[in-house]
């Protein structure tokens, strides 16, 4: 048995295609200490929030700090699909949601809030039928899915990206107004 603490746990380099604003990863758990498990402490700055995605596995999070938003996207692929607005849910500190595997999401802080949480995970057995060997739950990131998406292979990616980006962001923050005024 090791310990391990949220505050001091390595801090992991983020990649900026998959966050808007700033935002600090620091793995708690992983493959160097932990076998089915993997977690982490995320703090989201000030209105920062993940881009779209989705886990092959289920995701827990536990709101150690501040005030957040998750929310869940009806539809198969991250460019047509729409904010389930019955699904938009504001965090508060200690407040716990389970975000079902394969299923598009975002989440983060509200905009002039910081959010820190939790992120728990289930590592997989395998696939190749080794004994014992884990691997990572994959995470399917906007950018990634919307280089697949292209409708339009004559535009070049980067413009697609850049304008695909700022729409489902425009569409995410307009849902979130939507919910904080009912």
Known sequence: MQKYNIHTAIEKNVNSNY??????????????????????HVTFHNGALTTLHFHESDQILIATYGKGVIGLMKGGNVLSSEVDMDSITFLNEWDTVCIPANIIHFHGALVGEDLSHIAIMKRHRSDRGEKDIFKRSATKWEYDLLQQENPNEMETTEKFLITAQREIRDRIQVAISKKLTR
Do not use: D, H, K, W
């Open 19 to 40: 966050f808007t604003g700033r935002v600090t990863i620091r793995e708690v758990l992983a493959e160097g200490n932990s076998t089915e498990q993997e977690m982490y």
